[in-house]
């Protein structure tokens, strides 16, 4: 069974991890990492994105505001917990591509989190160049009628699709976990990589161990959101499992999925990882996730 603590719901915005889910939204809060180089924006919009009901009922929502792009930076760099939904000023400054930068930035980072355009240069070249030039969802114009209205309609909107989307690549049946190319069976737990099995990267005459693929399938069915140690030590109900026991087992799957892979003729999947793909260190929390 999939645990019910990891499965987000949509209609509420816990301003930080952005988590599709792998069934319908039920519920929970939200999280919203914002730009904004100016302050009576975020005054004028703070109490009702944290209040907001996005469908669910689920509480208050939980804001993260930078004011320069360089702090904003730092924090999608430090990637300790992932947002929800971003949203972005376009020009802050005076920097018509202050926007971007960020933007680019989360593209590396966090591929699969959606981005709105908060901004008076609607209609302009700059609205053109967050179309084309980033991972922009929305560009919204500040000074619209009902902004604060239509603001929370389109972050709802995102976060649906968002879950729509996760429950339509990750699926889980009775007896299979798939995710792209990954396939975890749940009556065998052999896993397999481009349709080649698993094995053990030591010795590939031998099957992977047991807790290697635990660890995977806890991974794919939180994706996108990481899993820490802790967290990781709660779904194994391990009393003892600590960071270097985790990093080991990650190792192991790492190198298993690599040599899976060269056998089925596919990219390398530890050049995978380190391009943000495949099973992803995050943060420096000890977490790790698994991204299609």
Same mark, same amino acid.
């Given at each position: 069974?999939i645990n019910m603590r990891h499965i987000p719901h949509s209609c509420h915005i816990q301003l930080l991890h952005?988590?599709?889910?792998?069934?319908?939204?039920?519920?929970?809060?939200?999280?919203?990492?914002?730009?904004?180089d100016q302050y009576h924006w975020v005054n004028k919009?703070?109490?009702?994105?944290?209040?907001?009901?996005?469908?669910?009922?689920?509480?208050?929502?939980?804001?993260?505001?930078?004011?320069?792009?360089?702090?904003?930076?730092?924090?999608?760099?430090?990637?300790?917990?992932?947002?929800?939904?971003?949203?972005?000023?376009?020009?802050?400054?005076?920097?018509?591509?202050?926007?971007?930068?960020?933007?680019?930035?989360?593209?590396?980072?966090?591929?699969?989190?959606?981005?709105?355009?908060?901004?008076?240069?609607?209609?302009?070249?700059?609205? #053109?160049? @967050?179309? %084309?030039?980033?991972? *922009?969802?929305? +560009?919204?114009?500040?000074? &619209?009628?009902?902004?604060?209205? =239509?603001?929370?309609?389109?972050?709802?909107?995102?976060?649906?699709?968002?879950?729509?989307?996760?429950?339509?690549?990750?699926?889980?049946?009775?007896?299979?976990?798939?995710?792209?190319?990954?396939?975890?069976?749940?009556?065998?737990?052999?896993?397999?990589?481009?349709?080649?099995?698993?094995?053990?990267?030591?010795?590939?005459?031998?099957?992977?161990?047991?807790?290697?693929?635990?660890?995977?399938?806890?991974?794919?069915?939180?994706?996108?959101?990481?899993?820490?140690?802790?967290?990781?030590?709660?779904?194994?109900?391990?009393?003892?499992?600590?960071?270097?026991?985790?990093?080991?087992?990650?190792?192991?799957?790492?190198?298993?999925? #690599?040599? @899976?892979? %060269?056998?089925?003729? *596919?990219?390398? +999947?530890?050049?995978?990882? &380190?391009?943000?793909?495949?099973? =992803?260190?995050?943060?420096?929390?000890?977490?790790?996730?698994?991204?299609?």
């Amino acid at each position: 069974m999939i645990n019910m603590r990891h499965i987000p719901h949509s209609c509420h915005i816990q301003l930080l991890h952005l988590i599709p889910s792998l069934m319908p939204i039920t519920s929970t809060m939200a999280t919203i990492f914002w730009v904004e180089d100016q302050y009576h924006w975020v005054n004028k919009f703070r109490s009702i994105l944290e209040s907001a009901d996005f469908g669910d009922n689920a509480g208050s929502n939980q804001l993260l505001v930078h004011k320069f792009v360089e702090s904003a930076s730092q924090a999608i760099n430090r990637g300790q917990t992932i947002p929800d939904v971003v949203i972005l000023d376009a020009n802050m400054n005076g920097n018509d591509d202050a926007g971007l930068t960020v933007s680019r930035l989360l593209a590396k980072k966090w591929p699969h989190v959606p981005v709105i355009y908060l901004s008076e240069h609607s209609g302009t070249g700059i609205e #053109e160049k @967050a179309f %084309e030039q980033s991972q *922009a969802q929305d +560009f919204i114009a500040k000074h &619209q009628q009902n902004v604060e209205q =239509v603001l929370c309609w389109r972050i709802r909107a995102l976060l649906r699709h968002n879950s729509m989307q996760s429950e339509h690549n990750t699926r889980q049946t009775a007896d299979r976990i798939s995710s792209g190319d990954l396939s975890i069976d749940l009556t065998t737990w052999n896993v397999y990589w481009h349709g080649t099995r698993l094995m053990n990267p030591s010795n590939n005459k031998r099957p992977l161990t047991p807790m290697p693929r635990k660890i995977l399938r806890f991974l794919v069915e939180s994706s996108p959101r990481p899993l820490t140690t802790l967290q990781m030590s709660e779904k194994l109900e391990l009393d003892k499992f600590s960071y270097d026991n985790y990093r080991q087992h990650i190792k192991v799957l790492r190198h298993a999925f #690599e040599q @899976a892979g %060269e056998k089925a003729d *596919a990219e390398s +999947f530890l050049k995978r990882c &380190q391009s943000g793909k495949g099973i =992803v260190t995050f943060g420096d929390d000890g977490a790790y996730c698994w991204i299609k």
